[in-house]
């Protein structure tokens, strides 16, 4: 059995939050709670890196354009690198 993606994790833990517990005590609204929060944080996190890599890296990018203009006068090398952490970083998350 493989592991889930962390897709599969937060849709699990967004139904289990919305799930309608009659009988929940205070301590389980309170976890819900909580991963509600930490599902928002989620996905803001993954929407700001999408924009980002998107503003920079894309082809209509900053450094797309950057790179046009000065040939290869700035590998940017590091960013070459975050970039590719950024990307593998959304894929293991599920996000296209």
Not at 62 to 88: H, M, N, Q, T
Request: hydrophobic share 45%; glycine share 4%; net charge negative.
């Amino acid at each position: 059995m493989s592991e889930p993606t962390v897709a599969q994790i937060i849709d699990s833990l967004e139904r289990w939050t919305n799930y309608d517990d009659h009988d929940s005590d205070p301590i389980s609204e309170m976890r819900r709670q909580r991963v509600r929060a930490l599902i928002a944080s989620h996905k803001a996190l993954v929407a700001g890196l999408k924009d980002l890599l998107h503003a920079v890296c894309d082809k209509t990018g900053f450094a797309a354009a950057v790179r046009e203009d000065s040939g290869l006068a700035y590998p940017w090398e590091p960013l070459d690198i975050a970039e590719e952490k950024a990307r593998a970083a959304l894929e293991a998350a599920g996000v296209k």
